[in-house]
């Protein structure tokens, strides 16, 4: 248990899901307030540096999928960080989507660009886009249906759709991730279950590229990232400060957990057919 939610996995596609699992309403409501206990309320500012320092690392990857587009939505974009950076293709039309109100207003600041503040799931619009971006945000949301049509109606035909997410192995256990984050996090990909949900929703892998977890884990410019728990930051700081200290820690990771938790780079496309009619629904029996 943690914060008083269970994990549970599918033996089927190898989704890993908190139990109770909650309603999207009571998931967005979450987002904008940030009721949580032991969570750090990071001005946008904070939050900003923070997205510069991992998007430093891993924005060379999603600017090669956005080379020859002519729009991008940024989906949960955010102090706006990634927006920004993409201001280096003239040519694209860039939008963002971010539900917190001061990350938005922040966004907007330094972007100029549209920042809408709703639920993917309930954007609607005339236009579609070349590229759809999720960085770390596949976790929050909390229907695969609605994501998945969302991104379909949204996205041109030969259009792509850039995550950047985690996978885990199905033997993966409570220390492969150290903190898994719940309920912040409703749920964790396992390594066959984007295949699945490409099945269902009429999408290909076009690209998938893996590093092992404790590879990104253990780096200095991770530990200086603010996250939204007090005890974490100050502890990831005291940490990254110590000489040898993470090198240490990361050996005694691999030796202890293993190989079993991965942060890839995955870009999707649409298919012409839904191959399987399957549901791939957190909360329900499968």
């Given at each position: 248990?943690?914060?008083?939610?269970?994990?549970?996995?599918?033996?089927?596609?190898?989704?890993?899901?908190?139990?109770?699992?909650?309603?999207?309403?009571?998931?967005?409501?979450?987002?904008?307030?940030?009721?949580?206990?032991?969570?750090?309320?990071?001005?946008?500012?904070?939050?900003?540096?923070?997205?510069?320092?991992?998007?430093?690392?891993?924005?060379?990857?999603?600017?090669?999928?956005?080379?020859?587009?002519?729009?991008?939505?940024?989906?949960?974009?955010?102090?706006?960080?990634?927006?920004?950076?993409?201001?280096?293709?003239?040519?694209?039309?860039?939008?963002?989507?971010?539900?917190?109100?001061?990350?938005?207003?922040?966004?907007?600041?330094?972007?100029?660009?549209?920042?809408?503040?709703?639920?993917?799931?309930?954007?609607?619009?005339?236009?579609?886009?070349?590229?759809?971006?999720m960085v770390n945000v596949l976790s929050h949301i909390p229907s695969f249906d609605s994501l998945f049509n969302a991104t379909r109606s949204l996205l041109q035909p030969n259009g792509k759709l850039v995550l950047r997410t985690s996978e885990m192995s199905g033997d993966a256990g409570k220390w492969s991730q150290l903190s898994w984050g719940i309920p912040d996090d409703l749920h964790f990909l396992g390594l066959r279950t984007?295949?699945?949900?490409?099945?269902?929703?009429?999408?290909?892998?076009?690209?998938?590229?893996?590093?092992?977890?404790?590879?990104?884990?253990?780096?200095?410019?991770?530990?200086?990232?603010?996250?939204?728990?007090?005890?974490?930051?100050?502890?990831?700081?005291?940490?990254?400060?110590?000489?040898?200290?993470?090198?240490?820690?990361?050996?005694?990771?691999?030796?202890?957990?293993?190989?079993?938790?991965?942060?890839?780079?995955?870009?999707?496309?649409?298919?012409?057919?839904?191959?399987?009619?399957?549901?791939?629904?957190?909360?329900?029996?499968?």
């Open positions: 248990m943690e914060n008083g939610y269970g994990l549970r996995g599918c033996r089927r596609c190898e989704l890993f899901f908190i139990d109770p699992y909650p309603t999207g309403v009571e998931r967005h409501e979450k987002v904008l307030d940030y009721s949580y206990e032991d969570v750090e309320l990071l001005d946008p500012a904070s939050s900003y540096a923070g997205q510069k320092l991992y998007y430093e690392r891993h924005f060379p990857l999603i600017a090669e999928e956005c080379r020859e587009a002519r729009s991008v939505l940024d989906v949960g974009c955010g102090t706006g960080n990634l927006l920004e950076r993409l201001a280096v293709f003239p040519h694209l039309r860039r939008v963002g989507i971010e539900l917190n109100r001061n990350r938005a207003a922040f966004a907007r600041r330094i972007t100029g660009c549209e920042i809408h503040e709703m639920p993917f799931e309930e954007f609607t619009s005339a236009e579609r886009f070349d590229v759809i971006t984007l295949d699945f949900a490409c099945r269902k929703y009429g999408f290909t892998v076009s690209r998938r590229i893996r590093t092992i977890y404790s590879d990104e884990l253990f780096r200095t410019e991770r530990m200086r990232e603010r996250g939204r728990s007090v005890l974490r930051n100050a502890l990831k700081l005291s940490v990254a400060k110590v000489p040898y200290v993470l090198p240490a820690l990361k050996r005694s990771y691999e030796t202890v957990i293993g190989n079993k938790h991965y942060l890839s780079f995955i870009v999707l496309t649409p298919s012409s057919v839904h191959l399987e009619n399957r549901e791939l629904q957190p909360n329900l029996s499968s």
